[in-house]
């Protein structure tokens, strides 16, 4: 089980702190953002997990570990050439994002969709593609999440019955979801208000902030 701080918002001496503390995978959800703190947080592994525009894929590739948020394969043939690139002979771990409830406000494949996106990823050589990831329903109760988060594993096991290169990774859950979604399965999850606290609201109208 892997935890994910997102560290969204949080200023570099915070993150710092997490990561002394132990938390030493951290997540953020924009490019812009993570280029002026990636620096200053030495000592950390860092994920992707919000939308990357394609101007920006270039800048990613060099500064994030991970890639949670692969939703297009277009997006994923760029970073496999800008892998090929960056750090050559290190393919660049990424993940799926599905798409499972087919919310118009969230990126991602949808679930029938995915098996073309996994076949093509598996293609690209600068690429290993390790898993799955999801953004569960946003809802009163984290029970409403549950039929979300079971979807996705249940696609994650039949997708590797046919792709058996496919990782066994299921990034799912957060702040008010992450315990339904370990029940469920996840090997990921991507905390961020249950530890750096809840977030100023709204700097950045474009800033995915759920
Ligand atoms: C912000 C964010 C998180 C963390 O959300 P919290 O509710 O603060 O735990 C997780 N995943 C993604 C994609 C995010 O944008």
Redesign the pocket.
């Known amino acids: 089980m892997t935890l994910v701080a ?1 560290s ?1 918002t949080a200023p570099a001496s915070r993150v710092r702190a997490a990561v002394a503390a132990g938390l030493t995978v951290l ?1 953020e ?1 924009r490019v812009q953002e993570a280029a002026g703190k990636v620096p200053e947080v030495p000592g950390a592994i860092w994920h992707l ?2 939308p990357l525009q394609s101007n920006k894929a270039r800048r990613a590739v060099e500064l994030f570990d991970v890639i949670e948020s692969v939703d297009s394969v277009e997006l994923a043939v760029r970073l496999d050439r800008l892998a090929g690139e960056v750090r050559p002979g290190r393919p660049l771990p990424v993940l799926i994002q599905v798409n499972v409830d087919a919310d118009a406000a969230k990126a991602g494949f949808a679930p029938a969709d995915a098996w073309a996106a996994v076949e093509a990823v598996l293609a690209l050589p600068n690429l290993r593609l390790d898993g799955l990831m999801t ?1 569960g329903r946003l809802a009163t109760s984290p029970e409403d999440a549950r039929a979300t988060f079971r979807e996705l594993r249940e696609l994650g096991l039949a997708l590797r019955a046919r792709y058996p290169g496919l990782g066994p990774e299921l990034s799912m859950g ?3 979801d992450y315990e339904v979604a370990v029940e469920e399965g996840a090997t990921i999850v ?5 530890i750096f606290g809840e977030r100023p609201r709204i700097a950045d109208p474009d800033a ?3």
């Open positions: 997102v969204k997540g959800n997990v919000g953004i957060m702040t008010d991507r905390v961020g208000r249950a995915e902030q759920r």
